[in-house]
């Protein structure tokens, strides 16, 4: 075997991961076979040889809670993804970008798999009755009705989050109720078709457990490594049970004073 290089260090050859440049690898490696065993205990339950996926726009939306999923998702074999709002004109985010949507709410293909994001956006978007509508006839098909942090209120104004436990943001959990939920501390929360995540981070989280339902556990392992999804945050803080007690105590307060009318108003027009 030669090296493409005349430079190349003599104990190593070249190869060539899918998606990846290059690199050199000791040739003495030993890349273990696959498990059979494995690949037959993670077969996926949806597999369709195409996976419409649907990802909701609204104005001032949190952009992570898009992307992550969408990193995720669009690398599912067979993914066909449309990005929906209620006109083609750019989608404002909560950091000043903005989002091109793909197509309308009239025009938007039926879905396998509908994602909708939060931010404080998501409180509007569940006053808005084309939201609603369209979220609504997305669930009467698609296979998995998920959210994303505080997108859980939009599916809560739909009528889907009634009987079912739910997450979302931990600042504006307990009004999950709101709409007969049962707020539940899980990071990713599966009743049935309709599945939601708590904040951000937990929306690629629960995009990977969606990708090995279909697709397989393998492929969405592959998917992991990919996109290199490997936390290690500098400090224990990202949840409400280990950050500072009076933190999370004002924030809550502040979420329910900004955000409490707007779903007491969602839910009365729901839970009659």
Same mark, same amino acid.
């Given at each position: 075997?030669?090296?493409?290089?005349?430079?190349?260090?003599?104990?190593? $050859?070249?190869?060539?991961? /899918?998606?990846?440049? @290059?690199?050199?690898? &000791? %040739?003495? /490696?030993?890349?273990?076979?696959?498990?059979?065993? #494995?690949? *037959?205990? +993670?077969?996926?339950? @949806?597999?369709?040889?195409?996976?419409?996926?649907?990802?909701? =726009?609204?104005?001032?939306?949190?952009?992570?809670?898009?992307?992550?999923?969408?990193?995720?998702?669009?690398?599912?074999?067979? #993914?066909?993804?449309?990005?929906?709002? #209620?006109?083609?004109?750019?989608?404002?985010?909560?950091?000043?970008?903005?989002?091109?949507?793909?197509? +309308?709410?009239?025009?938007?293909? &039926?879905?396998?798999? =509908? /994602?909708?994001?939060?931010?404080?956006?998501?409180? *509007?978007?569940?006053?808005?009755?084309?939201?609603?509508?369209?979220?609504?006839?997305?669930?009467?098909?698609? $296979?998995? %009705?998920?959210?994303?942090?505080?997108?859980?209120?939009?599916?809560?104004?739909?009528?889907?989050?009634?009987?079912?436990?739910?997450?979302? @943001?931990?600042?504006?959990?307990?009004?999950?109720?709101?709409?007969?939920? $049962?707020?539940?501390?899980?990071?990713?929360?599966? *009743?049935?078709? /309709?599945?939601?995540?708590?904040?951000?981070?937990?929306? %690629?989280?629960?995009?990977?457990?969606?990708?090995?339902?279909?697709?397989?556990?393998?492929?969405?392992?592959? %998917?992991?490594?990919?996109?290199?999804?490997? &936390?290690?945050?500098?400090?224990?803080?990202?949840?409400?049970?280990?950050?500072?007690?009076?933190?999370?105590?004002?924030?809550?307060? #502040?979420?329910?004073?900004?955000?409490?009318?707007?779903?007491?108003?969602?839910?009365?027009?729901?839970?009659?």
């Amino acid at each position: 075997m030669t090296n493409e290089h005349p430079d190349a260090a003599p104990l190593t $050859t070249r190869v060539a991961p /899918v998606d990846a440049e @290059h690199v050199a690898v &000791p %040739i003495d /490696v030993v890349v273990p076979e696959p498990d059979a065993r #494995a690949e *037959d205990a +993670t077969l996926p339950e @949806h597999d369709p040889a195409e996976v419409q996926i649907a990802f909701l =726009l609204f104005p001032d939306l949190t952009i992570l809670d898009l992307v992550g999923p969408a990193q995720v998702l669009t690398r599912v074999p067979g #993914a066909r993804v449309e990005y929906v709002a #209620a006109t083609l004109d750019p989608v404002p985010t909560d950091t000043g970008l903005s989002l091109v949507p793909t197509v +309308t709410f009239a025009d938007a293909t &039926p879905a396998d798999v =509908l /994602v909708v994001p939060g931010g404080d956006g998501a409180f *509007d978007a569940m006053l808005d009755p084309e939201v609603i509508a369209f979220v609504r006839r997305q669930a009467e098909d698609a $296979t998995w %009705i998920t959210s994303v942090c505080t997108g859980a209120f939009v599916l809560g104004a739909a009528g889907l989050l009634a009987g079912k436990r739910a997450t979302t @943001h931990w600042a504006s959990k307990p009004m999950l109720a709101a709409f007969g939920a $049962t707020p539940s501390d899980e990071r990713m929360v599966d *009743d049935g078709s /309709v599945v939601t995540a708590a904040g951000v981070s937990a929306g %690629i989280d629960m995009s990977l457990w969606l990708a090995a339902e279909l697709a397989g556990q393998p492929e969405a392992e592959r %998917i992991q490594l990919q996109i290199e999804y490997d &936390p290690q945050p500098p400090f224990d803080a990202g949840s409400a049970e280990r950050a500072d007690a009076r933190v999370v105590t004002e924030a809550r307060a #502040a979420a329910e004073g900004s955000r409490g009318e707007r779903v007491a108003q969602a839910a009365a027009a729901v839970m009659r």
